[in-house]
C-alpha cells in the first residue's frame, strides 16, 4: 500500500501551486509526509536550478521550504481537529510570512532533504521550523506562518479556476 503524500489530498481546485501542485506540470510538485512528529520531503534540483556552478539557486531553497511548510500546516490543521486529509471541508494554508536564513551553499548534485515541526498551532494559523539538507549537510533553516484559507476564499477561488 503506497502512502499518500500530503499533497495528494488537495482538491483539483487547489492543487496548482507551481512548488506542490500535482496538476502544474512545469512545477516542483514536493510530497510531504509525516515521519513520526516531523514532516518530511525531498527534491532532486536539475541543472537550471542553478545559481553558481555546482550550487542551488536560493528562490529554490524558499520555494521549497514555503511549499512543503504550508502542506505541514493543513496536515497539521487536519491532524489537530481529528479529521483525516480526505474530508470536507479541504484545509488548505498559504503563506502569511517566509524567513529563510541561508546558512551554507546548498549543492546542485543529489538529493535536498527537508525536515519540517509544529512550533505553534492558533486557530488557522501554524508556525512552521523547518531545515533543509543538501549532501547531508545543514543548508538553510526557514520559519512560516502559514493561515488556513477561509471557507469564502475557498468559494471565491474555485469559481475563480473554473
Given at each position: 500500500m503506497k502512502i499518500?503524500?500530503?499533497q495528494d489530498y488537495y482538491?483539483?481546485?487547489f492543487n496548482?501551486?507551481?512548488g506542490c501542485g500535482g496538476l502544474n506540470e512545469h512545477g516542483h510538485q514536493i510530497k510531504s509526509f509525516w515521519d513520526g512528529d516531523?514532516?518530511?520531503a525531498e527534491f532532486e534540483p536539475q541543472p537550471y536550478h542553478t545559481s553558481l556552478p555546482g550550487y542551488v539557486y536560493g528562490g529554490l531553497i524558499a520555494s521549497l521550504i514555503d511549499c512543503h511548510s504550508t502542506g505541514t500546516a493543513a496536515a497539521a490543521l487536519y491532524k489537530n481537529e481529528g479529521r483525516a486529509m480526505d474530508t470536507q471541508p479541504p484545509i488548505r494554508c498559504?503563506?502569511?510570512s517566509l524567513n529563510v536564513s541561508y546558512l551554507r551553499p546548498t549543492p546542485l548534485?543529489?538529493?535536498?532533504k527537508m525536515k519540517a515541526k509544529v512550533e505553534k498551532i492558533e486557530g488557522n494559523r501554524v508556525t512552521i521550523r523547518i531545515n533543509l539538507f543538501g549532501d547531508g549537510e545543514l543548508c538553510a533553516r526557514?520559519?512560516?506562518?502559514a493561515v488556513a484559507v477561509t471557507e469564502k476564499w475557498i468559494k471565491k477561488w474555485t469559481n475563480v479556476s473554473k
Open positions: 499518500k503524500a500530503f482538491p483539483d481546485d496548482h501551486c507551481y516531523e514532516s518530511i498559504v503563506t502569511a548534485a543529489g538529493k535536498i526557514g520559519e512560516v506562518l
